[in-house]
């Protein structure tokens, strides 16, 4: 069935270091991709999206990469801080409405 | 500007009960979609609405039920409540709800969720 899942459940950064969160897709139907970040007891945040006809995008602090031939995609936090500690989704859009998550990567800053 | 609002923030029902969890969409905003949040899971889509109408609908059984109002607010009704029921019912609301695909004015903010206890 369709999925859209990441690679590792718990990520663990050191504060001011550079965090990377990976997603793998397996449905490439989609022309459009989001990312969410999810704090405890409040909903998804948008974070940054990106077209499947883009290979990069930025925002602040943020990057998005999108690799379609194996379908794949990263979110890249720079100079990470204590208030980027969340669940980070991944949401392929089908459609112009249906989002698909994955399970989420928990992103712990350490002090 | 307020962002999507949903209420009652946490509800506890028993099997077999009715529950109806209402969300407000930000002001502008005419599509609202709903979502089940398992802990420890991503959301799983459920409906969404446009214009009153349902647009698209998930992998749920027809106890799961929706509506949408002249001023776009919405409902989420579920009936005959099972233990799995148990989540956090997510209401995004978004903007322009053209077809053919997804734009910007299509991008999905979610409100604070409802936490729903099945005992």
């Known amino acids: 069935g369709e999925s859209v899942g990441l690679h590792l459940p718990t990520l663990s950064v050191q504060e001011g270091d550079n965090s990377i969160i990976n997603c793998a897709y397996s449905?490439?139907?989609?022309?459009?991709f989001i990312w969410y970040k999810q704090e405890s007891g409040k909903g998804p945040q948008f974070i940054i999206d990106?077209?499947?006809?883009?290979d990069k995008r930025q925002g602040q602090r943020v990057t998005v990469l999108l690799n379609k031939t194996v379908k794949h995609l990263s979110l890249q936090i720079a100079a990470t801080q204590p208030g980027d500690s969340a669940v980070y989704f991944c949401a392929e859009v089908k459609g112009t409405y249906k989002y698909i998550f994955g399970t989420g990567t928990r992103l712990k800053v350490l002090a | 500007d307020a962002g999507v609002t949903q209420s009652p923030t946490h509800l506890i029902k028993t099997r077999g009960q009715q529950v109806t969890l209402r969300c407000s969409p930000i002001s502008g905003h005419k599509s609202v979609s709903w979502y089940q949040q398992v802990l420890g899971q991503g959301p799983q889509f459920i409906f969404q609405?446009?214009?009153?109408?349902?647009?698209g609908r998930g992998n749920f059984p027809d106890r799961f039920s929706a509506r949408q109002f002249p001023n776009y607010s919405s409902e989420l009704n579920v009936n005959a409540l099972l233990l799995g029921d148990s989540a956090l019912y997510l209401c995004?609301?978004?903007?322009?709800?053209?077809?053919?695909?997804?734009?910007?004015?299509?991008?999905?903010?979610f409100g604070p969720g409802t936490r729903l206890t099945v005992l």
């Open positions: 995004a609301s978004s903007g322009a709800g053209l077809a053919g695909g997804h734009s910007p004015t299509d991008t999905q903010y």
């Open positions: 990106i077209r499947s006809n883009m």
């Open positions: 449905n490439s139907a989609s022309d459009y």
């Open positions: 609405y446009y214009e009153k109408e349902e647009r």
